[in-house]
């Protein structure tokens, strides 16, 4: 038997050299970017303040508890489109987002059993703390693995760790890591895709002719298919993966290209064929997102209309109309603005070199192709926007690497002033996340979003009867009660009644006193306590009790 202090000087030495070094440093690194997202966590989150996230988190609850594809947050024009004759008890199904990110939520709640009750006396609500927090920042930790993989096969271990070192240092990535929305996972599964789609193409040893590796090709295209049931405007990543393959093939590109966009597509088919049982379109109601804020419907005049008239004509019109002013917009502040400042121009500035390597130059055209193709998506819907903000790791990618092409270009005699030079590159992209940090202590989400408010207006009802609120998301999710966006105005509550909903109560919050729109307009009254002849809803609570912010009205 060895000596204990011979076997402790063994364990120094393979911790100091070979695989045993690597795997300290990446313990070390793991360990640094948990303290990371801990710290951003504990300093920054105070509870969910995006529609979106809640809307996708109650989602989640309903799949978790076998309640299939249905949703407790409803709108008036889902009556429109769903079939009369369906039982309430079946539930109203959802039809505006693909279902992978709630499926994910899902399977989050299954293993973490958190409780779904709010606590008053607890500014933490216990379901986003334990599954929704660690997920945004487990995929932005995988999509950072992803990038670091990228890196290496595109460039070399430099350009790879800086890339990573800027992505997780950026206030951006992790404000959206902490936002609660799909905007990670769709990070994650685009540098999956890509990566994927790079590795599918293998040069053989000696030759520049790459060939095809089949598995990891279709591994690329069942992640395009994952990211687009994410975020239907992620249909761009399997047309750019596939585009790379076809680009970087000299020979049988289009059996490539087209098996790893029929992968993606057979992944799409049943849910897109769900969609078009149920409302006549593939992709449900997500296009109708462009009528908002449009000269049809002001803000989200159209999820509150129960019976929408849509006059094709007139429609198109619409569209093309909102189109034309937010292109300029787009492509003005938010294509320039998707991330940290200076990384963002020094990719602009990389669309002027060509890149030695084959395959970071035609990856980084595909990237841009689908940014360009996400423009038009971004102008008509919030939706384009946020899939816009998914290849941010790309972005990235390609403003580092041309970073390091600029200090070559610079000739510098003396090493360290390339070191100086990197980490002040890296020390400016991480200043508005160090500013964040050090600055203010950011408030909760109220006004409006208050877990305790919602929670006590969903708990008056009955347990048979839905609420109407002007926030459906966040009493669906904090209260877990069926929630239906209140109508236009007053004089659409009988309409919303003869849709087969049970409406026990009217929930409204300062979102509609700061409502420019019609709804604004037609609710004000009500909130100032000036209700209408005859009007069903007379008991009137207000929260918080002698201010009346908010205001609860009930039978």
């Not at 992978?100 to 216990?126: E, I, K, M, T, W």
């Not at 064929?273 to 109601?285: D, E, Q, S, V, Y």
Request: proline share 9%; net charge positive; glycine share 8%.
């Amino acid at each position: 038997m060895q000596p204990p202090e011979n076997l402790i000087q063994r364990i120094i030495a393979a911790l100091d050299t070979g695989a045993g070094h690597r795997l300290l440093r990446a313990l070390i690194l793991l360990a640094v970017i948990g303290a990371l997202f801990g710290v951003y966590a504990v300093s920054q989150f105070r509870g969910l303040r995006l529609a979106d996230a809640m809307d996708a988190a109650q989602l989640g609850r309903s799949l978790a508890r076998g309640r299939g594809f249905t949703t407790q947050c409803l709108r008036p024009v889902d009556a429109h489109y769903l079939d009369p004759a369906r039982p309430a008890a079946a539930g109203r199904p959802e039809l505006r987002r693909g279902p992978v990110y709630p499926a994910v939520l899902a399977a989050g709640f299954a293993l973490a059993r958190p409780s779904f009750a709010v606590d008053p006396g607890s500014p933490r609500y216990a379901p986003e703390w334990t599954v929704i927090l660690p997920l945004g920042f487990l995929c932005t930790a995988g999509a950072g693995l992803l990038l670091y993989l990228l890196a290496r096969r595109c460039f070399d271990g430099r350009t790879a760790l800086t890339a990573v070192a800027v992505y997780f240092l950026s206030e951006r990535v992790l404000c959206d890591a902490a936002g609660g929305t799909a905007l990670p996972l769709l990070s994650f599964l685009a540098c999956a895709a890509l990566y994927l789609a790079v590795r599918a193409l293998r040069r053989p040893p000696g030759g520049d002719t790459p060939r095809v590796a089949w598995a990891p090709l279709l591994l690329a295209g069942t992640a395009a298919g994952l990211a687009f049931l994410t975020r239907y405007s992620m249909a761009v990543l399997p047309a750019a993966a596939a585009l790379y393959c076809a680009a970087r093939l000299p020979r049988g590109r289009l059996s490539a290209a087209g098996a790893l966009a029929g992968v993606a597509l057979l992944i799409a088919a049943p849910w897109l064929w769900r969609n078009a049982a149920l409302t006549g379109n593939p992709l449900g109601l997500a296009p109708q997102a462009a009528l908002a804020d449009s000269v049809l419907y002001a803000e989200d005049g159209f999820d509150r209309d129960p019976a929408p008239q849509l006059d094709p004509p007139r429609v198109i019109r619409a569209a093309r109309y909102k189109l034309v002013n937010q292109l300029a917009p787009v492509l003005d502040r938010r294509l320039r603005t998707l991330g940290n400042g200076l990384v963002m121009a020094f990719f602009l500035v990389a669309l002027l070199h060509r890149f030695e390597n084959r395959d970071a130059d035609t990856l980084r055209w595909c990237v841009v192709l689908a940014l360009l193709l996400l423009v038009p998506a971004a102008a008509l819907s919030e939706s384009g926007g946020v899939a816009m903000r998914a290849f941010l790791p790309l972005i990235i990618l390609f403003g580092t690497a041309y970073f390091f092409v600029v200090l070559e270009r610079l000739e510098l005699f003396d090493p360290g002033w390339e070191v100086i030079l990197t980490w002040s590159f890296v020390a400016i992209a991480a200043l508005p996340l160090l500013l964040r940090l050090g600055g203010a202590t950011p408030t909760a989400p109220y006004p409006p979003y208050f877990p305790p408010y919602a929670a006590y207006a969903a708990a008056q009802l009955e347990p048979d009867e839905t609420l109407c609120t002007d926030i459906p998301w966040a009493t669906a999710w904090y209260g877990d009660r069926p929630s239906v966006l209140a109508p236009a105005g007053p004089d659409g509550m009988a309409a919303l009644q003869a849709s087969r909903l049970q409406i026990g109560g009217i929930y409204l919050t300062q979102r509609t006193r700061r409502s420019t729109g019609p709804a604004g307009t037609a609710w004000g009254p009500v909130l100032n306590g000036r209700l209408p002849p005859d009007f069903v809803f007379t008991n009137a609570v207000l929260l918080p009790p002698g201010r009346g912010d908010q205001v609860l009205l009930t039978d």
